[in-house]
């Protein structure tokens, strides 16, 4: 079983500081990555990808991959009250033809202004 | 342009019912996928579509009938549904099933009474 796992929170952190949000993964083959932002009632927004170790930015929003410890994140800078929403990480699933992804439970995350 | 479509977006149905829900995507992109999500859990994958073949069906219940009558457009006809099957419909879709990336349609929130 090819399981992601993330800290489900609610984590909250106050206006115009640093979102940590952590993802682990349990298949070692896995090449891609991805952070989605889902607001309640809505569907998944995708913030971020990335395929290679090291960080990855874009704007205020920061990914870090290390796939020798299997640990995928994100940072979000200047946090604002728009960015509380669920932020799921989801892991490409290696092996076969078929390509599917796996995702975590989410992390709930609420910047208080 | 990363939109995808989905209609209707919201739908109440009984269980001796007949519906579909519709999704279109202007992309290009070749894969396809039906998403099932409840309420603060991730999406569950249902289906995938590749070059309008259906190349994984997630052991779904035959009562959801998925359907790609060209490449942009993807359906899934539901009929005798049950009131646990209530949740958020979400249909993505990528440049193909390699490890690219998916983008979500908005959804549609299914009621079964």
């Known amino acids: 079983q090819k399981e992601v796992e993330q800290n489900s929170g609610p984590l909250s952190v106050p206006e115009g500081a640093i979102a940590s949000l952590n993802c682990t993964y349990s298949?070692?083959?896995?090449?891609?990555f991805f952070w989605y932002r889902q607001y309640s009632g809505k569907s998944p927004e995708l913030i971020m990808f990335i395929y290679s170790n090291g960080d990855k930015e874009d704007g205020r929003f920061t990914a870090q991959l290390n796939k020798a410890s299997q640990y995928v994140s994100l940072l979000i800078r200047d946090s604002q009250p728009s960015d509380s929403a669920t932020y799921l990480c989801?892991?490409?699933?290696?092996?076969?033809?078929?390509?599917?992804?796996?995702f975590g439970k989410g992390t709930l995350l609420t910047v208080n202004p | 342009d990363t939109e995808v479509t989905q209609t209707p977006k919201h739908l109440v149905m009984g269980m001796t019912n007949k519906k579909s829900l519709k999704c279109e995507q202007h992309?290009?992109?070749?894969?396809m996928y039906w998403y099932k999500q409840k309420a603060k859990k991730p999406p569950e994958l249902m289906f995938v579509y590749s070059y309008e073949k259906l190349s994984i069906n997630e052991s779904v219940p035959s009562r959801f009938s998925p359907e790609c009558p060209n490449s942009s457009l993807l359906n899934l006809h539901l009929h005798a549904l049950q009131p646990e099957d209530s949740a958020l419909y979400l249909c993505?879709?990528?440049?193909?099933?390699?490890?690219?990336?998916?983008?979500f349609g908005p959804g549609t929130r299914l009621t079964v009474l």
């Open positions: 298949d070692r083959g896995s090449q891609s």
């Open positions: 993505a879709s990528s440049q193909d099933t390699s490890t690219d990336t998916q983008y």
């Open positions: 992309m290009g992109h070749r894969a």
């Open positions: 989801a892991v490409e699933n290696s092996g076969g033809s078929n390509y599917k992804l796996t």
